[in-house]
């Protein structure tokens, strides 16, 4: 991790609409990304955690611009991506890469894996025959799969195998910044713990800055340097992950969080932290403090007020009224 | 107690392109009535692939080449099509590891929610419409009705995850078999799901097939659990007793590859050599190309399951370290 800025987004939203039949609907639009104000250094990992649909695919989606902000700015390297044109915007796309949620749907069916580690590698560089057979063989091995995988269809794969192909080809390009959209939750431990190393790994040898997206706290808590907690759309907490690990966690949801972790030793388990289990939902955030309703802490404020992201201490920022009681 | 499902010495190949792929090869374990029974393993060691033989949806070039099904007594093997269909769905639910596989993208995901409940209790329109939002309630969806009105592209993953599992619990059979049912949700609701699955065994005696990567959820909500590696089951038993005194060195390089925030900025344990790639069946152990304690019986002569401490059948594992021959 250096000091040096890749990426800075300043109040970030993205909404989506929902529709009535085929007319939009009356109804409030789901609000995926709120106001989200982010920096991410050079060569750090910045583990992302939260709620399902709180928003981590489309923060990802958004930085990589495969999504269109509905308001706010992504900066990269300084450049403001809105602002770029096509061109431009075709040069950057090299540089930054994703690896989805799903390995299923992020090859196409019809494509041998040969055919789509290729494809990136068609389009950007001047590789061919020889040696970008030699390029892909490269990858695959990279990721620990055997060289004759390239041979096989997308079916062909268990989810896990899959998924180090997913990793294959987003390495492809040598990019410099890689959104992983929980790279491992498909994955056994044992193939897991290969992966990880080899994402630091590849960190270290291509100087790679990671946005690394995961409900696996253990997972979060070991790769990252830095962690975001969001919810409901927003960061509630960013905090270094040493912080984290030595229980100086301050919102009651990443508190939550920690004590719902299932252990395998379940004597070592925390104090669960109860909560109401009603999820909330992104089309009509609650008032205040979004996670009032299900907070074991909620106070009389916090549904009227919404808490700002405040510094506590050196790296560490919360939203939560808690902070000034 | 007789068990609901056996699975006995189950092979399953595909004819593909690269070769003949050996996916399962001799899976044997069993769920009992009203038990949650883990499946946890390599990726790509044939767990997915047992349950679609299970269901007997396996694809075209995908055939069962030996073994014995039996649900409720009745061998899934040998049953007609026709019997698998009042099987399938009714008798035998599944939450597929891959959302897209069981939610139709050109449908809402109301009218596919709605047809399975319909399908299964013939119910009026509106029984089966407050029916439905009440499936996307106890799944821990927030705001039912914008969920029903949705396309699945139009969720989140674990969103998606979700109203899979409201489809399975639509239809009121007997066996669920979740494959990575939790995978995509926050700990907080991965937690309420869990919960919801056993409420469910201990009111309505469904018995849950249960697979997962995360040795955690093992733990919490597992009564017995079974490693598979290679298309096999190498060890089997308690979950406590797996878990805490495994015998097996594949299950003993699982625990290990485990991370932790004490491990941060070392590499993690991992089980050294690459996942087989099933085009040939391994002589001797599956895990000896890569079993640290490997011995040379271990070469040519495949272990078989037997007890892993004297006199207790309960755990069993599959290793020439426990056979009483190999160790002296
Ligand atoms: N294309 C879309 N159209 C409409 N709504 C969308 C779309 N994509 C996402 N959403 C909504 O935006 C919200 C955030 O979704 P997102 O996929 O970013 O969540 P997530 O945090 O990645 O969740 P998960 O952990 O389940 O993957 C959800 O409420 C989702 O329903
Ligand atoms: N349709 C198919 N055609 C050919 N081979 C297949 C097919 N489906 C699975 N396989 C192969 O069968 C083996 C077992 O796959 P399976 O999907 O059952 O693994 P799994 O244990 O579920 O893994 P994971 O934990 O990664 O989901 C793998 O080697 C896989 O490549
Ligand atoms: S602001 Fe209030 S409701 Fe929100 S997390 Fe803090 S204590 Fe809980
Ligand atoms: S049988 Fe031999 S190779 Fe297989 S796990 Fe036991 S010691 Fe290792
Ligand atoms: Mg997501
Ligand atoms: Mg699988």
Known sequence: MSDQILIETRRLSKYFHPRQGLFPSKRGAVRALEDVNLTIYRQETLGVVGESGCGKTTLGRVLLNLARPTSGQVIFEGQDLSALDHNALRRLRREMQIVFQNPYSSFDPRFSMFRSLAEPLLTHTDLRGEALEQRARELARQVGMPEDALSRYPHEFSGGQLQRMAIARALALNPKFIVLDEPTSALDVSVQAQILNLLRNLQRRFKLTYLFISHDLSVIQYISDRIAVMYLGKVVELITAPSLVEGQAQHPYTRALLSAIPEVHPEEKRERIAMPSKAPDAARPPSGCSFHPRCPFAMDICAQVEPPLEQISAGHWSACHLIHS | MTELLTVENLHVVFQTYAGTVYAVNGMTFDVQPGEIFGLVGESGCGKSVACLAILRILPGHGRITAGRILFDGRDLIQARESEMQAIRGRQIAMIFQDPSTSLNPVFTVGSQIKRIIRHHTRASRKVTEQRALELLEEVALPDPL???????????????????????????????????????????????????????????????????????????????????????????????????????????????????????????????????????????????????????????????????????????????????????
């Open chain 2, 146 to 328: 914008r969920i029903m009105q949705a396309y699945p592209h139009e969720l989140s993953g674990g969103m998606q995850q979700r109203v899979m599992i409201a489809m399975a619990l639509a239809s009121g059979a007997r066996l669920l078999i979740a494959d990575e049912p939790t995978t995509a949700l926050d700990v907080t609701i991965q937690d309420q799901i869990l919960e919801l699955l056993v409420e469910l065994r201990r009111h309505v005696g469904l018995s849950i097939l249960l697979i997962t990567h995360n040795l955690g959820v093992v733990a919490e909500t597992c009564d017995r659990v079974g490693v598979a590696y290679a298309g096999q089951i190498v060890e089997i038993g308690p979950t406590s007793e797996v878990l805490r005194r495994m015998k097996h060195p594949y299950t003993q390089g699982l625990l290990a590859a485990l991370p932790s925030a004490q491990q941060k900025g070392k590499d993690l344990l991992s089980i050294s050599g690459n996942v087989p790639n099933g085009l040939s069946v391994i002589p001797g152990c599956p895990f000896h190309p890569r079993c640290p304690r490997v011995m040379e019986v271990c070469w040519q002569t495949p272990p078989r399951l037997a007890a892993a401490n004297p006199g207790e059948m309960q755990h069993q594992v599959a290793c020439h370290l426990y056979s009483p021959e190999v160790a002296q």
